[in-house]
């Protein structure tokens, strides 16, 4: 009876896109170290993992894809084929293939489709570069040669294994008792999907009479099928060598490549012990033996569906809300009990919001990852260089954000390559570096994460565009001779804007800085621009951590109660009757020599009622970009955690308002969009 697999799909799909996005990110890294052969190694895993999986699932034409793939891989390892840009581009290709079937997969469950040519221009690339095989094995490289030498070195000296203090008192009381310590070398069929079945069929096999004190790689990672063709292993046995061999080899798709028995008078216990992946962490920790074990901890995970989280974070949004309304009712009723009762919820509301905050927190890593593949194949195809650099990857975003902000990034950086960089006989021309170079950073500051894009390019040419806003009836001349760099360098975002001569695959079509401030607004962020003649430009984004709760501080206009996001307001101050001016028929305050422009929020909104001229007023001081307003205001309330609410389709996009908030006390209060009302 046949298996129904249809309950693993979610599991092989989510499991399959992080094979992808290692593929990606290492098939890029093949490009520049073509001789580091770890990077092959993670190619050749991910690779081989993809085949057994979608085996296993029956999706057969991307088994086999893989497999002629793993092929080459396998080559490459081997010294047979040599690391090149067309291995790489077909590899790349291969790449977009996988994506693709398993988008299909995805939509309606079935990959099926046609790779015979892609698989043709496999095989094409395997038997054209034969003569690397032969060369290797007039050297002496040959993968059997290397089998040998590796035996050889672990016979002549056991310490290449590693034993700790606890290994070497076990071998040694195995030995006093006259048991047999061998090592044994286990290949495992190139063709073999299930090597992790395999690995445990061997380690059962030698339980009957045998222990395994250490293996290479970790068990642990044999147990998972995280190994190449062979593995190594070191037992203490009662049986004899014939034995062990003979019950070895009757495993299918198993076979002792050596076995041996070993002498452990010369083995010393090594000064640490790490894993392959503890060893960096291990460099930078101190020499006390106690330390490295930390490296060893396994961190344990849980895929949570999104939904979940969203669900869990309008809960704790609707006790935020509740607590505040409890606030309230214990300021007026002044019980003791009650307000100490409220001082713990409120301890615990703020800890629990924390860690459901801290929980949809996602690294910009998984944005950043899928643009190194971008950028390459957009420079190729202008016929450009590019060093393509990334800073900050670790630096986290609520995922609200995170899945937003890849579109404004894809804009900014294509507009970087095709607008900014330069060719390479422009740039010999112009003194600099054949190869120009873009960097794509973030970081975190404050209650903010800051996303940079900057390149080393020839800068925003501002005639050209005054003179490109001119054309398009943008702005008249007169307004460009009174613009400075800054206003010019603003038109660039304006809607259908675009300095390209010609519409090309790229750019041309006035679509793109546009959105990208669109975008960005939409988030409460903002878009900075710094570009210097010849030298550069520099897009940054300024990005709030989290969308979901944050602070405010509550106003009051007339009769009505607003809430302004913290993170616009500069400060607060108060202000008296004479303190206001009037520059062109409009109200300024001077504020520490700075002129500041006054706006009455009551006016601004159209609230309804008559303005009172109150000798003493309050000023909210807020800013957008390196833009100051005073918005004046009736009282100031204080400041307040809040739940933004979206307001529906009908209220959305409404100038000025950002959504509202269901307040302690019940009512409903409008939030306000600083961006906008600008």
Do not use: W
């Given at each position: ?65 893989t497999h ?12 047979m084929l ?20 398993i ?42 040669a290397?089998r040998?030498?590796r035996?050889d ?35 495992v069929?190139?063709?073999c999907?299930?090597k ?30 995280k ?34 028995e ?12 790490m ?80 860690v ?10 998984q ?10 194949d ?17 630096t ?32 010999l021309?112009?003194g ?42 943008i ?49 409460s ?20 951590l ?18 302004i ?5 500069d ?13 062109q ?54 400041q ?39």
């Amino acid at each position: 009876m046949k298996m129904d697999m249809s309950q693993y799909l979610d599991v092989f799909l989510e499991e399959s896109k992080e094979h992808l996005e290692s593929l990606n990110q290492k098939l890029l890294e093949l490009e520049k170290h073509s001789q580091d052969i770890s990077v092959l190694n993670e190619i050749f895993r991910a690779a081989h993992t993809l085949k057994g999986m979608s085996s296993t699932m029956g999706f057969d034409d991307l088994a086999d894809l893989t497999h002629h793939m793993e092929n080459i891989l396998s080559d490459l390892k081997e010294g047979m084929l040599e690391v090149n840009s067309q291995v790489v581009d077909v590899l790349f290709q291969c790449f977009d293939r996988i994506q693709l079937i398993i988008e299909r997969i995805e939509s309606n469950n079935s990959g099926a489709i046609d790779n015979s040519e892609l698989i043709f221009l496999l095989e094409n690339v395997k038997s054209g570069n034969g003569q690397f095989g032969v060369a290797n094995e007039m050297a002496g490289n040959s993968p059997e040669a290397n089998r040998d030498i590796r035996v050889d070195q672990i016979l002549t000296d056991p310490n290449t294994f590693g034993f700790n203090d606890y290994d070497i008192t076990v071998l040694k009381e195995a030995a006093s008792k006259d048991f047999k310590i061998h090592y044994i070398k286990l290949g495992v069929d190139k063709n073999c999907l299930m090597k992790a079945v395999r690995a445990f069929m061997v380690f059962r096999a030698l339980e009957e009479d045998s222990e395994i004190i250490k293996s290479i790689p970790p068990a642990q990672e044999i147990e998972e099928g995280k190994f190449e063709e062979y593995f190594e292993i070191f037992v203490v046995s009662g049986s004899e060598r014939q034995e062990l061999e003979n019950r070895l080899n009757n495993i299918s798709e198993i076979k002792v490549l050596a076995i041996q028995e070993m002498d452990i008078s010369d083995i010393q216990p090594e000064k640490q012990t790490m894993s392959i992946e503890a060893a960096p962490e291990i460099k930078e920790s101190s020499q006390d033996n106690t330390e490295p074990k930390k490296a060893h901890k396994v961190k344990q995970t849980v895929r949570v569906d999104i939904d979940r989280l969203d669900s869990l974070m309008n809960l704790v949004g609707e006790l935020v809300m509740h607590k505040g309304r409890l606030e309230q009712i214990g300021a007026s009723s002044k019980i003791n009990e009650l307000n100490e009762t409220i001082e713990q919820i409120d301890r615990i509301s703020t800890d629990l919001q924390s860690v459901v905050m801290k929980v949809r927190m996602v690294p910009v890593e998984q944005v950043f990852n899928r643009f190194p593949r971008m950028v390459r194949d957009l420079a190729k195809d202008l016929n450009k260089e590019v060093d393509f650099l990334m800073e900050g990857k670790e630096t986290e975003l609520d995922r609200t954000v995170i899945d937003e902000i890849g579109d404004p990034l894809v804009h900014l950086l294509r507009n970087s390559i095709d607008h900014a960089i330069e060719s390479p006989q422009e740039r010999l021309r112009a003194g600099k570096s054949q190869k120009g170079t873009v960097m794509l950073r973030a970081r975190h500051e404050g209650n903010n994460v800051y996303i940079e894009v900057e390149d080393d390019g020839a800068g925003i040419n501002v005639k050209r565009v005054l003179e490109k806003g001119i054309e398009k009836g943008i702005i008249t001349a007169k307004e460009a001779e009174q613009m400075n760099q800054d206003d010019a360098i603003g038109l660039l975002f304006t809607s259908g804007f675009s300095t390209a001569q010609n519409v090309t695959d790229v750019s041309g079509r006035g679509v793109g800085l546009d959105v990208v401030k669109t975008k960005i607004e939409s988030l409460s962020g903002e878009i900075f621009v710094d570009s210097r003649p010849g030298k550069g430009t520099r897009f940054r984004i300024k990005l709030p951590l989290t969308l979901a709760i944050i602070q405010a501080l509550m106003i009051s206009v007339r009769d009505e109660i607003y809430a302004i996001p913290l993170g616009s307001v500069d400060e607060t101050t108060m202000i008296k009757n004479h303190d206001i001016k009037m520059v062109q028929n409009q109200e300024v305050i001077v504020l520490r020599g700075n002129v500041l422009p006054l706006f009455r929020l009551s006016s601004l909104l159209e609230i309804p009622g008559e303005i009172e001229r109150e000798d003493e007023m309050y000023v909210v001081v807020v800013r957008k970009a390196e833009r100051q307003i005073g918005l004046v205001v009736d009282t100031l309330i204080g400041q307040q955690e809040i739940v933004i609410k979206a307001l529906g389709k009908i209220l959305a996009g409404i100038p000025g308002i950002a959504g509202a908030i269901v307040a302690g006390d019940g009512h409903v209060r409008l939030i306000i969009d600083i961006a906008t009302l600008f």
